[in-house]
């Protein structure tokens, strides 16, 4: 059975109303996000980079002049991971629909699928997420579409379905999976109204999207290596760098990050007292499973 929501409805049956309830009355003023379109020939001057440089801003990958806003008393950016993934069905259009109201950005996993088509799925392998078994990657589209995710009947959507369903005011950030896809990627990103920050930690997949968009906003996923993941960063002129929360936890890495004029998003915090350590420990971003982290 599909996990059940906090207020105990089970994911295929929950309203829209339940989920919304007690979250943001729109009494308080909203803070607003707003993602840059790029550093090149802007001062690095470090936090508040990514809330503020792509202020009115239009063109290359920024798209949009609406800006994502969420109501939190913490001013950290709440970004949901697959989609919030232990509330909904992970990278579907219906954890779309259902996390967009209660975070800033919805994070998602591109790849290349059998037969050419670009679906969005996290794993190489299709057993832990659906019935079917084999590498997304030698599966055609014909077959994929037919798969649903877990105990859910939620299909796998193809990259231009997702981007559709994504509400105009929420950012996205688009992980790519794999190198040798940046155009395609690209492309249909500069079709939504959205702003889009790119991430990968593939240092070539993210050095083809710098090629084909000089004004694309990017994130590096940092595991590992951190100064030489500070250097790659800066050569790519990314926004952002994206450390697994030991890095951020265990060492100096936030200081550092800031330091070189990056935003620090943080993945991926699946309990609440982690989720304030790392608040006070100074990060910009959240990848969070579930959006009600920092209201427990």
Known sequence: MWPTFANGAPCADAPA?????????????????????????????????LATLLAGCTGGSGHGTETASRTREDDVRLIGHRG?????????????????PHVDMIEFDVQRCGSG?????HDDELDRLTDATGPVATTDWEELRELTILDSEETIPRLSAFLSAVPSDTAVNIELKHDGMAAEVVSA??????????????????????ERDDAAALAFLVSDAPERSLSFADEMDCVA???????????????????????????TVDDSKTARRLVDAGVDGLFVDRWDLLTE
Request: aromatic share 8%; net charge negative.
């Open 241 to 267: 760098v994206n450390p697994g929360v030991d890095l951020v936890l265990d060492t100096d890495f936030v200081e550092r990050a800031h330091a070189e004029g990056f935003e620090v998003n943080t993945w």
């Open 84 to 100: 919030c993934a232990d509330q909904y069905p992970e990278n579907t259009i219906f954890a779309v629909e259902q996390s967009a």
């Open 189 to 210: 990103a500069d079709e939504c109204d959205n702003e889009v920050l790119f991430s990968s930690f593939s240092p070539d997949a993210l050095r083809e999207v710098r």
């Open 17 to 49: 109303a339940s989920l919304t309830a007690g979250w943001h009355d729109g009494a308080s003023p909203a803070r607003p996000l707003s993602l840059p379109v790029g550093r090149r020939g802007l001062v690095r001057s470090g936090l508040g980079g």
């Open 117 to 121: 088509e670009l679906v969005v799925f």
